[in-house]
């Protein structure tokens, strides 16, 4: 077998590899020791970071709980891989303050390197030794402990993910999914009390992804870190997070529970953002919006202001015409309708009040197919609606 040391291995032996490794208490020189579980397992306080005259992060700060899991997320360059790395302390910190269990371990001109963090990283390569065996892997960042208790810390971590009968083989000789778990117990065999993942599964296929992120999040639950994922899929975070970030430009767009940023986003990016939108334009009269579907109560939106109305295709309920029910808006044409698998995705053609043609999209369960060119009713439900000014738009 070959034994030369590959790019991917390097990268762990400057990056990840010294954050997994067995790691004593944190220098009593950076703080006061306290009541750890009082506080948050990883605090980031005002952090701002330059990239030359690019400023990624903008007095961000967030703090995670112990055994709470936080996905980011957000555009390509919106500042989530880097306030990951800051956390881990592969980047050298430039204004703000860094503290796990309410010790500060990093701050402007003082840092813990990152073997000394008490972390456990998963990065988006694997990064595994290909020269090492499984279990090897697994005992690298265990080597200041004796032989018999590595070998115990290892084995528990491999069964923690369902890889122990895996300990002997190689990494060439694993599938996408299985490296992935090998990596995850690398990271979790130290103990670590903050887990840090960066695109643990965006090199899977689509459907290993599923099973694989499943696993990772029971996994994750069990171990009792405090877990912070970045991810640039909205799905992924829904399904993982406890609390989801949402960043833009290096600031935090909105923080909360994945169900409160989908049912009350903080403005049009965050509303966008997590799922497909239907985007009409509006003006206030009399506290309410009129729409090609009715209209739509504004409150806290002053008379006379242009509005954008932004609205989720699965809040169009849709039934043929000639059917009746409900409170409706006039008939709306079929334009196309494909059936996606667990819902239908419906084109629509509806006018406004003016006779304006709009086009729409309404995404229903079942096998609901209106054939192109039939006429359908469409009722509104309203909590799928949100309305905010147009120099809000995203």
Do not use: W
């Not at 990268?11 to 579980?37: C, E, G, K, N």
């Not at 000394?116 to 595994?128: E, M």
């Not at 989801?244 to 903080?266: C, N, W």
């Amino acid at each position: 077998m070959d034994t030369t040391v590959t790019e991917g291995s390097r990268r762990i032996q400057q990056d990840s590899a010294v954050t997994t490794r067995f790691a004593p208490p944190l220098d009593a020189a950076m703080a006061t020791p306290v009541d750890a579980h009082a506080l948050p397992a990883l605090t980031l306080k005002n952090v701002t970071h330059h990239y030359r005259t690019k400023r990624a992060l903008n007095h961000v700060s967030l703090s995670i709980g112990q055994g709470e899991i936080v996905c980011l997320v957000g555009p390509s360059g919106c500042g989530k891989s880097t306030l990951l790395r800051l956390s881990a302390g592969l980047e050298t910190l430039q204004e703000g303050e860094v503290a796990i269990n309410g010790q500060v371990i990093a701050r402007p001109g003082s840092s813990l390197p990152p073997e000394r963090r008490g972390i456990g990283l998963v990065f988006q390569d694997y990064a595994l030794f290909p020269h090492l065996r499984v279990m090897d892997n697994v005992r690298f960042g265990l080597n200041r402990l004796p032989a018999a208790e590595q070998k115990e810390r290892a084995l528990a971590a491999l069964r923690q993910v369902g890889m122990e009968t895996y300990a002997n083989a190689y990494p060439d000789a694993l599938s996408g999914g299985q490296q992935q778990r090998v990596a995850l117990a690398r990271a979790m065999a130290p103990k670590p009390s903050v887990l840090l993942l960066d695109e643990p599964f965006s090199g899977l296929d689509t459907r290993l992804r599923e099973t694989v992120r499943d696993e990772t999040l029971h996994v994750l639950k069990r171990s009792g870190a405090a877990t912070m994922i970045v991810t640039h899929d909205p799905e992924e975070a829904m399904f993982l997070a406890d609390r989801i970030v949402l960043m833009r430009d290096g600031v935090l767009v909105q923080v909360g529970s994945p169900a409160t940023l989908y049912t009350k986003p903080a403005n049009s990016f965050a509303a966008s953002f997590f799922g497909e939108v239907n985007r009409l334009e509006g003006q206030v009269k009399g506290g309410r919006v009129s729409t090609p579907l009715g209209p739509i109560a504004a409150p806290g939106h002053a008379e006379g202001a242009r509005v954008e109305i932004l609205i989720r295709p699965e809040g169009l309920r849709l039934e043929m015409a000639g059917q009746g029910g409900g409170q409706v808006s006039d008939l709306a044409q079929v334009e196309a309708s494909r059936l996606l698998g667990r819902a239908s995705l419906v084109h629509l053609r509806v006018l406004d009040t003016k006779g304006q043609p709009h086009h729409l999209h309404a995404r229903v369960p079942g096998h609901f197919l209106p054939p192109d060119g039939s006429h359908v009713i469409v009722t509104l439900e309203h909590h799928q609606a949100f309305i905010f000014p147009m120099d809000d738009a995203a």
